[in-house]
């Protein structure tokens, strides 16, 4: 991390815990329940956590697309052992950090070569690949009927949200280099390209903590 993304993170945490004060107990637990009138968050996906168990995988690295894969594991075992039907389970992943591209379509994937960014090679062609590794065909080796499409199967029976710092920082300065176009206009282009029902959250750690609050036990499903 640059000095000038350690200091501007500084400064937002810095403004972040300025607006705390003084917030007395009754103001945050309605809070809580929505987003203020002027928040341009969309928090309404709080309103879904409504499973007898609930569970957030805090996603923080690609890992082959782990912290999907275990979601999907965790909705299948508790069907298997307790017997538990989809509106029993509320399972919330949030991709941040490095995880953030996983949110991005197949075109962005193309277009801005970020198989060659991570690193991530297509098993067919031994090539960069060319696609978002976690819709279609898993290319990591790990059991096709569970991790193939798996932030489809994910968003199809649960949530998915993202990380808006690690998407600024980015994949926006990502748009940036490669079309030379302004922060406002490569923040337009790079949503054009997020995968439809993925959410934008203040940051990671705010969507990890308010899953948490809506009563989703935490885990870390990919490496640290």
Known sequence: MSADRREFLGSMLGIGMVSLVGETG???DRRLRG????????VSWTDRITGKHRAVFDSVEISAGLGLLRALIWMKDYGEVYGAAPPDLSAVVVLRHNAI???MDDEFWAHHKIGALTKITDPKTNRPIERNPVIGANPFGLPPALADDGLKKVLASGTVLACNLAFT?????????????DDAKAREMALEHV???VL?????????LRAQEAGCHYLLATDA
């Open 200 to 208: 934008l959250q203040p940051s990671g750690v705010f969507a990890t």
């Open 195 to 197: 995968v439809p029902g």
């Open 101 to 103: 591209w996983l949110v």
């Open 26 to 28: 009754g103001r945050e």
């Open 169 to 181: 920082f980015d994949v926006v300065e990502k748009v940036k280099a490669d079309s030379k176009a």
């Open 35 to 42: 987003a203020l009138p002027s928040s341009p968050w969309d």
